[in-house]
Structures are given as C-alpha cells and as structure tokens.
C-alpha cells in the first residue's frame, strides 16, 4: 500500500463521517421540552407492540393456545433499557465562551471561558 493509499483511505474514513445534527434554537427547545411527557415503559411497549402487528408478528395468543412471549420479552427489554438511561446515563454539557450573560456585582458581561454541565434523563 503506497502513501496516495494510505491518504486516499484517511480522506474517505472521514467523508464517511455523519455530519452533526443542526443546532435548534434553545428558547425552542427549552419551550417543547416543557412539553415532554417523559420516558414511558409500557406507552414505548405498546408503540413496539403495534409496530409488530403491523409487520405480521402475532403478538397474541398463538394458535395452538400457549401463551405468546413476545410482548413480555418486549417489556423486559424496553424496561432494562429505560431504567439504564434514566440511573446509569451520564450526560454532560459543554458552553460555548461567549454564550452566556454573566453579571459580576455591577457589571454585565459575558462568560470568557468554556463550562461545563450535567444533566438528568427523565
């Protein structure tokens, strides 16, 4: 492999990259997420459910009469998945410098360096 390979492989590893997700404005954002009911096991389960009726994927009775476990399964998943998002998920923030108004004593101004933050899933 020559070196035109090698930087040829580099170039195209990182055209491959997705590019980020364009910044929403924060007085939207702030106002839907007030709005946001919150993680919900069995409202996600029942989504799931009817997304496999829909593929064909019999969620009830099967036909010799036993029970059915794929919505069992279903719910045991979702829960374990949820219930590690909102305990084990560790969220952090960085702002930007210039990004937020500051006011020391008389004196407005903005913040000069990076901060940093922490949030909760609910």
């Not at 035109?4 to 990259?17: A, G, K, L, P, R």
């Not at 924060?26 to 799931?48: D, E, F, H, K, T």
């Not at 009726?53 to 036993?66: E, F, Q, R, V, Y």
């Amino acid at each position: 492999m020559g070196i035109e390979q090698i930087c040829q492989t580099i170039t195209n590893f990182f055209n491959n990259v997705r590019p980020p997700f364009p910044q929403l404005s924060r007085l939207l954002l702030v106002c839907s997420m007030i709005r946001r009911p919150g993680l919900s096991v069995i409202q996600s389960v029942a989504n799931i459910t009817k997304d496999l009726n829909k593929l064909g994927i019999p969620t009830g009775s099967m036909p010799d009469g036993s029970a059915n476990l794929t919505v069992g399964f279903t719910f045991a998943t979702t829960k374990e998945i949820y219930r590690g998002v909102k305990k084990d998920a560790s969220v952090q923030v960085g702002i930007l410098p210039g990004t937020l108004m500051v006011q020391a004593g008389p004196y407005p101004g903005t913040n000069i360096m990076p901060g940093q933050g922490f949030a909760d899933i609910n």
